[in-house]
């Protein structure tokens, strides 16, 4: 039996993307999963395709309250909670001089205080039952610098630092938190709609619908990482498309 049967997984950015692809590998694979973003309609829509083993709540990253929140629904439908995968995640991307700050702040409201909201939501838990997944998607853009890019690569490296930090301090305080850092480089998503339309962001689309992994990519290492036996922590994993410098 692989390790992920009757699993509590909870999904951040569940409704598209990296996180919907997830969502149903890991239910297929006998997880029960907690289905967390902003779009209600695309959340309730994937539950009823998943059956019992998915519940959904509207829920912003961004939000300290709608986190605990989450963790407690997840408790409440099904009794705990094994593995957060922290995915949510925006790319308004734009060179520093275009000084587009409102997007900036956006990306670090939600790529990096939305993770902490999350893990400190969810870590009381874990730490009082000395077990737990922490799953956080960075980016090939968390391991090196993507100019255009900043402030997003910025929290991509934020993420990697921050996880592999923790990972350090549970080996020694002993509390047995497995961690995993995915960096993906393109995927076919919804990541690029939030850019205002312009010759650049045609580019990128064009590469990704040339080059782009399919999400279900990401989604394997997922599950790969949650089924490995408790003593295996598949601490980080670039997947990026053959041929992507
Ligand atoms: P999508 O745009 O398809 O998915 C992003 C998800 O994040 C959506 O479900 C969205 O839901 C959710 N989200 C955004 N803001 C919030 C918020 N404030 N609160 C809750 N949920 C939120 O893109 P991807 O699937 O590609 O993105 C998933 C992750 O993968 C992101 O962290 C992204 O940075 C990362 N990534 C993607 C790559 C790619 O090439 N696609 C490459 C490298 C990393 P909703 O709008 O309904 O709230």
Not at 202 to 229: C, F, H, K, T
Request: charged share 25%; proline share 4%; net charge negative.
């Amino acid at each position: 039996m692989k390790n992920i049967e009757n699993k509590v997984v909870i999904i951040t950015g569940a409704s598209s993307g990296i996180g919907e692809e997830t969502a149903k590998l890991l239910a297929e694979n006998g997880a029960k999963v907690v289905l967390s973003a902003r779009r209600e309609d695309r959340l309730k829509k994937l539950a009823d395709e998943i059956g019992e083993n998915a519940v959904y709540l509207k829920s912003d990253v961004a939000n300290p309250d709608d986190m605990k929140a989450l963790v407690s629904f997840a408790k409440e439908k099904f009794g705990k909670v094994d593995v957060l995968f922290a995915n949510a995640g925006i790319m308004p991307g734009s060179s520093v001089s275009a000084l587009r700050v409102d997007d900036w702040m956006d990306m670090i409201d939600i790529n990096i205080k939305g993770v902490l909201h999350s893990m400190a939501a969810v870590l009381p838990d874990f730490l009082a039952q000395k077990g737990g997944h922490v799953i956080v998607t960075s980016s090939v853009a968390g391991t090196r610098v993507i100019p255009g890019n900043a402030v997003y690569s910025g929290t991509k490296h934020f993420v990697r630092v921050f996880l592999d930090a923790f990972r350090t301090e549970s080996v020694q305080e002993g509390t047995r938190i497995r961690t995993t850092t995915i960096y993906p480089g393109a995927v076919k998503t919804e990541l690029l709609n939030i850019l205002p339309p312009s010759e650049e962001k045609e580019g990128w689309e064009e590469y990704y619908r040339q080059n782009g992994l399919d999400a279900s990519s990401i989604a394997n290492a997922v599950l790969y990482a949650v089924s490995q036996p408790d003593n295996v922590d598949v601490s980080d994993m670039i997947i990026r498309p053959t041929g992507e410098v």
